[in-house]
Every structure is written in C-alpha cells, then in structure tokens.
C-alpha cells in the first residue's frame, strides 16, 4: 500500500523531467522561449491534454519556490543604498504602469461586456500585473537586467510584489455587499504592524548573524552544509515574509539584498541556482497545466484576441511612461516588450473574485485563459521586438548600446600574501576587482583592513559564473597550491577563453607547464624576491651596490634566456647558462669533514664515502 505512491510520485518526477527534456530543444531549433516549452509541455502533460497531472495546483505549490529563490538571486545582486536609490522608479514608474494599464483594461472590459465593473477591476488588476519570473528570465537571457531599462523594469515588478497585499486587503470591498467582507481599522493596523516587524527581523538578521552564520559553516569546509544554509535562509525569510501576509517572493529578495554586501554571496549565488532553475521550470509547466481547455475551445477568438490587445497595449503603456526616462526610444520599447505577459498573481486575485461573487465561475475561467495565452506571447512578443529593433536600429547605436555599462575589472582568485600585494596596484588605479578566496579566517582579517573579498571555491565553474568570470576582462590566479591553480586554469581556458589569465606559479617547472597551456602570464612566487635578498646579500658582505645591482641584472638576463631555451628544448636545457652548475662535487674542497649527529646520518656518510 505504501509503495504505491512512491512509485507515482517517481512517474511523475520522470514525467516532469522528461516533459523538460524534451520540449526546450523543440522550441529552441524553432527559435523559441525556453519559457514557450515550459508552458506547452504543462498544457500537453495537464489535466486537459495526457492527463498525467490532473490537479496542477499540488505542483504550483512546490513550483512556486523556484519565484522566490528567483527573487532571492535578484536581491543578492542589489546593495541597500542601490535600491534606494531606486526609490523614485519603483513608486514612480510602477504605481503609474499599475494603475494606468488597471484603468485602461477595466474600461475595455465593461464597454465589451465581458464582466460588470467591479469583475472588470478585479481581473484588470490581475492582468496588469506582469510576469516576474518571465519578464527576469528574458532580461537574464538576455544579459541586460543591468542596463538601465532592465532596472527600471524590475522597479516596476518590485513595486507589483509589494502591491500584492494592499491590493487583498481592498478586493473584499469590490464584492457584492463588500461592507460585508472588509477589515476592521484594527485588523489592518495589526497587519501592517506584523508586517513591519518581519521586515526589521529580516533586516537585522541580514545584518548582524547571518555572516557569523556563515563563516562558522564555512570552517566545516562541508560544500553540503553551506548549501542547506543556503536554502534555509532563503526559504526562512520567505516563511516568515508569508507567515505575516507578504508574498513569499518579496520576503525572498528582502533576504538577498541583505546579503548583497556579504563575503559568501558569490559562494551562495552558486550552491542555489540549480535548484532555481528547476523549480522556475516546473512553475511555467503548472501554469500550462491550469489553463482550461475546455473554456480555450469554446471562447477560442475572444481569448487569443484579447490577449493580443492586452499584449499590445501593456507595451504602449509601458513605452509612454518610459519614454520620460530611458534615453533612447528603443529602450522603452525593449522595456515593454518584457512586461506584456500577464503575472503569476493573475491566477491568486481572478479566483478570489470568482469566490467573492464580482466575477462568474464562467468569466473566472476566461480571464484566467487569457492571463495564460498572454504568458505564451509574451516571449514571442519579446524576442520579436528585440529582432524588429535591432534589424532597423543603426550601426553606430547598436554598438553604442553594446558597450554601455562596460567597465575593466579583474577577478581575482586567492587573497593571501601574493593576492594582496598584487591588489595594491590594481586598486591604486581604481580598478575594479573582486576577490575570491575559500579561508574564512583570510576573508576576515581581509574586511579588518576595508578590503571586500568573497568567499567561494575558485575550482568550481558555478561559482566563477556567479563571481562574474564571464564578464571580467582579466582573471588573475593567485592560489598557493599547483594542483588548484592547474585545475583553475584549465576550466577558464575551457569556459572563458576570450579572457586573460595571469597566473601565479610555484616554481620554473610549473611556469612551462602553464605557458604550454596558453595562460596570457605567469609568475614564480619566489624568483623577484630570491634575486633582490641575493642581491642585498652581497651589499651586506661589503660588496659596491652598483656592482651588487649589476650581478642581479644579469642574474636576470641569464634567467630569462634559459626560460626561452626550456619552452623550447625542455626543463634540462641551456644549464651551461647556470653560474653554478648541479653537479655531484662541490665547487671548493671543505675545509672541514663532515660530522654526523646522529646514527641516520652517520650511515649516509658512509654510504657516500668511497
């Protein structure tokens, strides 16, 4: 009896997985979303097409986590003082996005009759909102959630997920009879009160314990560890976030910005994007599984037509309010392309609607379509604007918008002795460098000194990704250990071959194996320093320093020749440009023999006596 549902609940992981597997490559040979498949293959799996999930909400459920750690990522890239410096454009451009689309949906609803004025506002509020999720996958994709309108879109969804609990606190007063159904003055003054005091807990954890927290796993040197700490502190601050009436997703990115000054955010970034990825996957897949069919075929025109219209005039709306702010016309287009598809809250406010009486079980299911059928053009409508803009934007633009934001920066890979001196001159000239290093103690005696270094494993491709590896111009290898620094260089050559890699070698014998590898330059962590104490050496021995500098000179000069000569020939080539050659008799006979101490080395004398 009990095996049977295990064995069903792995028919369906196969099911999703297999539905995954196989819809992406489809879409992607006939250049479509990935977000496109997702939903096809929920419709095709769903409870109206296979029938191998007949309930999709017991998938949302889990599904639904795959937005919050979404958010979580977004915040983690977001400092406090940054999002406050977006104050404007999150209450700006996202009441005026809200309420102007809201006003706009609600009069072509009533005037084409397809529900009374309170549905209509109801379900205008649902579809105003956009798809947070799609709209972060397409800028993601994309690689432009940092440029300008990418920022200001985001405002836009921020200030939707932060709308989301005023918006549930008034629908009951849209109901017939909504006297009946509103909140007490006092109920919404304790909700408003337990909201506040989330946030703070939130804020002060982020603060004060969470890096404690962190570093403490972190000398476990257990990769497991760190990421359940990862998920916990993701999942906690989103519990908590709902426990109180917020959305899980706002609670989420709350807990990333706190993190986003911290020394294991990169080390985080990596331990959770795999499981991002999946659950934002079977999110879109339940979604296509919701969409009644049965309605879609009998309201087949009125459902794609009004989709259509609503596509088309969230776009114009958005392009209106943007064209104030964004300093081409294409970025306004660009960020209304992104903000078309209907949001994931569509699906939370129309069914209320249905359950308070402004809106029937009949028009529930047709707004509920068309928020889904917009998900689907969404994308399509994204990527076409996209290749509309860019076939007819001119050359020059183009290249300008390429390198907007482009700045030299040097991830750096190791801050210990060598990593830190190295750093002086690249932080003198204002270089941009982040610093990556896997001992919790050196990343804390780092920040004493105002230095921000990260943690993370430099051996991990995941974690150089979310270090920034791609978009670095150079990446230097300042590791003290030759099989982390061989297995460094091999996955940046691998993975970022257009990248220069300066690297720090242990001895001659490493610096060939690496330039026989292709790294741009390497470094023997000894040589500088060995050539100026011989140099002083002789300075003390009473040596002229003119003279002393001169032997280091050619000291180096020979160094540098028998270099080139070994790429050549090999490790054992040009010895004839050594001062002293390795040869088994010493350069001057001792002028006393040797004396063993102790019974070991009295038999390795004997032994090497004739």
């Not at 007949?54 to 983690?76: H, M, N, Q, Y």
């Not at 502190?233 to 989103?238: N, P, T, W």
């Not at 709350?254 to 986003?260: D, E, K, T």
């Not at 209304?336 to 129309?350: K, Y």
Request: contains cysteine.
């Amino acid at each position: 009896m009990n095996e049977q549902p295990n064995d069903y609940g792995l028919l369906f992981a196969l099911v999703l997985l297999t539905a995954a597997v196989v819809s992406v490559p489809i879409a992607r040979g006939l250049r479509l979303s990935a977000i496109v498949a997702y939903l096809a293959a929920g419709v095709v799996i769903g409870p109206y097409g296979l029938a191998v999930f007949r309930e999709p909400e017991t998938i949302l459920a889990v599904a639904d986590l795959g937005i919050v750690l979404l958010l979580f990522l977004i915040g983690i890239e977001l400092e406090l003082s940054r999002l406050l410096a977006m104050r404007r454009a999150i209450f700006g451009l996202g009441a005026a996005q809200l309420i102007l689309t809201t006003g706009a949906l609600t009069a072509i609803a009533v005037a084409t009759d397809l529900a009374n004025w309170r549905g209509a506002i109801i379900a205008s509020l649902g579809l105003a909102m956009s798809g947070t999720a799609i709209a972060l996958k397409i800028l993601e994709d994309r690689g432009e959630l940092q440029r300008p309108y990418g920022q200001r879109a985001f405002a836009i969804l921020l200030f939707q997920d932060m709308s989301i609990v005023p918006l549930l606190a008034i629908l009951p007063l849209l109901a017939p009879g909504g006297g009946n159904h509103a909140v007490s003055t006092f109920d919404a003054l304790l909700s408003v009160g337990k909201i506040g005091l989330a946030i703070v807990a939130v804020v002060v954890a982020g603060r004060y314990l969470l890096n404690p927290f962190l570093r403490l796993l972190a000398w476990t040197g257990a990769r497991e560890v760190m990421t359940a700490a990862a998920l916990l502190v993701v999942l906690g601050a989103a519990a908590l976030m709902q426990a109180v009436g917020m959305s899980m997703a706002l609670g989420a990115f709350l807990a990333g910005v706190m993190l986003a000054e911290s020394t294991y955010r990169h080390e985080l970034e990596a331990d959770i994007e795999p499981f991002r990825g999946l659950l934002l996957a079977l999110f879109f897949m339940s979604v296509g599984m919701s969409i009644d069919m049965h309605v879609v075929g009998v309201h087949i025109w009125l459902i794609i037509g009004a989709a259509l219209v609503i596509t088309v005039l969230k776009a114009a709306i958005v392009r209106l309010i943007f064209s104030a702010v964004c300093e081409t016309r294409n970025e306004a287009w660009e960020a209304g392309s992104v903000l078309t598809a209907a949001g994931e809250f569509s699906f939370v406010l129309i069914p209320l609607g249905v359950s308070y009486g402004a809106l029937t079980t009949e028009q529930g299911g047709i707004f509920a379509a068309i928020a889904a059928v917009t998900m689907m053009i969404g994308p399509l409508a994204a990527e076409l604007t996209d290749r509309t803009l860019r076939r007819f934007t001119p050359t020059r633009e183009r290249e300008a918008d390429n390198f907007d934001g482009v700045r030299g920066s040097v991830l750096m890979i190791g801050f210990g002795r060598f990593g830190q001196v190295a750093s002086q001159a690249l932080l003198a000239e204002g270089v941009d460098v982040t610093a990556l290093d896997n001992n919790p103690e050196r990343i804390q005696n780092a920040t004493r000194f105002g230095f921000q270094v990260y943690y993370g494993d430099g051996t991990r491709l995941d974690v150089l990704r979310a270090a920034g590896g791609g978009a670095a111009r150079l990446i230097a290898v300042c590791v003290n250990h030759t099989e982390t620094t061989d297995r460094i260089v091999a996955l940046v050559k691998a993975e970022f071959p257009g990248t220069l890699l300066y690297v720090r070698s242990y001895d001659r014998g490493h610096s060939l194996r690496l330039l026989a590898k292709g790294v741009d330059f390497e470094q023997r962590e000894t040589v500088d320093s060995a050539f100026v104490f011989g140099r002083q050496t002789l300075i003390g021995l009473g040596l002229d320093a003119e003279r002393a500098a001169l032997v280091e000179t050619d000291m180096r000069d020979r160094d540098r020749a028998r270099f080139a000569l070994q790429q050549a020939e090999g490790i054992y080539a040009g010895l004839d440009m050594l001062l002293t050659r390795p040869v088994p008799e010493p350069l001057s006979r001792p002028r006393r023999e040797a004396k063993p101490l102790n019974p070991e080395a009295k038999e390795i004398v004997g032994e090497q006596e004739p």
